[in-house]
């Protein structure tokens, strides 16, 4: 996870753990990391300043999912 966390850092969103439980906070998103036996599960709430920034939220999902397999490759 350390690699996502620095990924999630150059966009300026800062991850708060509780055990197995994150919540996301960063200009114009909020959100929340749950990691689990089975899956880890990222919900990201997009703002307004992030939308008037132009990101796309299918392309924001389809490069978390992409990051996280990284992250986990020969966990």
């Known amino acids: 996870m350390a690699g996502f966390e620095e990924m999630m850092k150059k966009y300026g969103v800062s991850a708060r753990w509780s055990g197995d439980h994150?919540?996301?906070?960063?200009t114009g998103?909020?959100?929340?990391i749950d990691v689990r036996a089975s899956d880890v599960r990222v919900e990201l709430k997009?703002?307004?300043l992030a939308k008037a920034a132009g990101i796309d939220p299918a392309r924001?999902?389809?490069s978390i999912s992409r990051r996280l397999k990284e992250a986990f490759a020969g966990s």
Request: hydrophobic fraction near 40%; aromatic fraction near 0%.
């Open 60 to 62: 924001l999902e389809k």
């Open 29 to 32: 998103v909020k959100g929340s």
């Open 22 to 26: 994150a919540d996301l906070k960063g």
């Open 46 to 48: 997009l703002g307004m």
